[in-house]
């Protein structure tokens, strides 16, 4: 079941827990007992009230809330979902005192951007199709669970686009639900995707009364699931049987990388979790007498700064070079068709690879609704159950300590403390919401953006790069 280990908490964070949770439900009872006790007239009426609050409180509504990334569904979205995208501080981080550039540099870095993502949402059909399949993959587990006999309301929520994740969360309110299960469908753990999303959550629980009281808890990552691993291996075994040397076959997991920085000074589990990953689907494979070569190597690299590696496209080249003729693709890092399974691998890894003598060429489609992976994904909401408990109770200390997601503030927080500051643009503004100070705020945010575009100019370093904005022939001779 693993990866709720990964929050277990020490043991007087968990004696914590279990107080908490004892308050809460009492808190829970005077909040129910109140209303009641208006109407209590005589000694039969309130014992029927009271049995009856009694019963509302046993009853229990389970939700699961899935957390995606999300993508534009026409090609007008593309901007502002890249927008989304670029003013999450989990992606671009600035120094505290440039976080107020948030905003107006993704707005920047969107619009610069645009054109070069909507050719390739353009190449897929004009949008994504995260949300129907992820609305799918919701639709399919709420049946399971129902088999399974854990009646259960699925949600969906979003980080850059419909439904977002704040929609979600109305909803959850909306239905009374009293017990929450958070899956994000990334099998891996990575500051950039799932830490994200719980940091998006985090901060909606702490900002809502109803929310802060409600039992939840989060699996963080479960690619080490079984239920994983062997349907990942039949999705292999299924491509390989179509190549007429099937054991010749490279087999050729291709994850999104991330910048090298979130490994290695964040401490983003990513890369351990995805090598790990890639062993167990190997040892499934041998069990079934698949011992074919594999390799990992990591795409979808925006810009200059180094990103994990191998990259994928220098190993396509390398594998061509080294006489590899039959290569199978395998996305490892989501469940989903998306972008950069159908342009980056199909098209672009494609053409690379025969042009680098590869002659044979083959892809593991993504998950989906595959029904042994939503069944165990099933598996997986039943057995967190047991750990769902209430995050926090008093004011102070539900604002302070989200038990179950503090570990990815933890996690965060190294990042953050890591990050070098920068001098600041001007030495004296008002803050807050004036006229005078927006005035202020406002000429000074777009001084700030002067004084980047320069030192990118003139440095050839900066987000405009990182971001693949400007052109790295301008500063970076290009091999
Ligand atoms: C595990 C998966 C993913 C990781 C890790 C990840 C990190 C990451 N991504 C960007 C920048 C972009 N990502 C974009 C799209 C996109 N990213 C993922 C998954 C991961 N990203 C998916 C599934 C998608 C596609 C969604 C879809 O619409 O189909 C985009 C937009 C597309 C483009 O212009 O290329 C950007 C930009 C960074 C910077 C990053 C790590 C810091
Ligand atoms: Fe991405
Ligand atoms: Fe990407």
Redesign the pocket.
């Known amino acids: 079941m693993g990866s709720i280990a990964n929050f277990t908490s020490p043991p007087q964070l968990f004696t914590r827990r279990l107080l908490q949770q004892k308050t809460c439900i009492q808190m829970e009872t005077r909040r129910l007992l109140q209303p009641s006790k208006a109407l209590l007239t005589t000694t039969s009426d309130a014992a029927q009230q009271l049995s009856t609050t009694t019963l509302v409180i046993q009853e229990e509504k389970i939700g699961v809330l899935l957390l995606n990334?999300g993508?534009?569904e026409t090609l007008e979205d593309v901007q502002p979902f890249?927008f989304n995208?670029f003013a999450d501080p989990d992606?671009i981080r600035l120094p505290k005192l440039f976080r107020f550039l948030q905003r107006p540099l993704a707005h920047l870095i969107s619009i610069l951007?645009a054109p070069?993502?909507k050719e390739?949402y353009a190449s897929i059909g004009g949008g994504?199709p995260?949300r129907r399949i992820t609305d799918a993959q919701a639709e399919d587990l709420g049946k399971f669970l129902f088999a399974k006999n854990v009646p259960a309301e699925v949600y969906v929520g979003m980080r850059y686009w419909h439904p977002f994740t704040e929609e979600a969360i109305h909803k959850i309110k909306m239905d009374g639900i009293t017990k929450l299960v958070v899956l994000p469908l990334?099998p891996q753990f990575?500051i950039?995707?799932s830490g994200s999303s719980l940091r998006l959550l985090e901060s909606i629980f702490r900002e809502d009364e109803y929310l802060v009281n409600m039992q939840h808890t989060v699996i963080p990552s479960w690619y080490q699931r079984e239920g994983y691993i062997k349907a990942m291996s039949t999705l292999i075994e299924k491509e390989l049987e179509k190549f007429e040397c099937s054991e010749k076959v490279m087999i050729f997991f291709s994850a999104?990388g991330?910048?090298l920085a979130y490994v290695e000074e964040a401490g983003d589990p990513y890369k351990a979790e995805m090598e790990e990953c890639v062993d167990l689907i190997m040892e499934e494979l041998e069990k079934r007498k698949i011992t074919n070569a594999y390799t990992l190597a990591y795409q979808s690299r925006?810009g200059p700064v180094e990103w994990l590696k191998p990259y994928t496209d220098d190993t396509i080249i390398e594998l061509g070079q080294k006489g590899v003729k039959s290569l199978l693709a395998v996305p490892i890092?989501?469940v989903s068709e998306?972008?950069?399974t159908l342009e980056e691998i199909d098209v672009e890894y494609k053409e690379l690879a025969l042009k680098s003598g590869i002659e044979k060429w083959g892809r593991v489609p993504a998950l989906g609704c595959e029904p042994t992976f939503i069944s165990d994904l099933a598996d997986a909401v039943i057995e967190s159950l047991p750990y769902v408990g209430a995050m926090a109770v008093s004011d102070i200390e539900a604002r302070q300590s989200l038990v179950p997601l503090a570990s990815v503030e933890e996690l965060l927080a190294v990042y953050d403390s890591q990050r070098r500051g920068l001098p600041p643009p001007v030495t004296m503004w008002e803050w807050g919401w004036t006229k005078s100070a927006e005035t202020w705020n406002g000429r000074a945010a777009m001084l700030a953006v002067l004084v980047l575009l320069v030192w990118e100019v003139t440095t050839g370093e900066g987000f405009l790069h990182q971001w693949g904005i400007l052109p790295l022939s301008l500063h970076w001779p290009t091999p």
Do not use: A, D, M, N
């Open positions: 990334l993508g534009p890249l995208l992606i951007r070069k993502s390739g994504s995260l990334y990575s950039s995707t999104h991330v910048p925006v890092s989501f998306h972008i950069e």
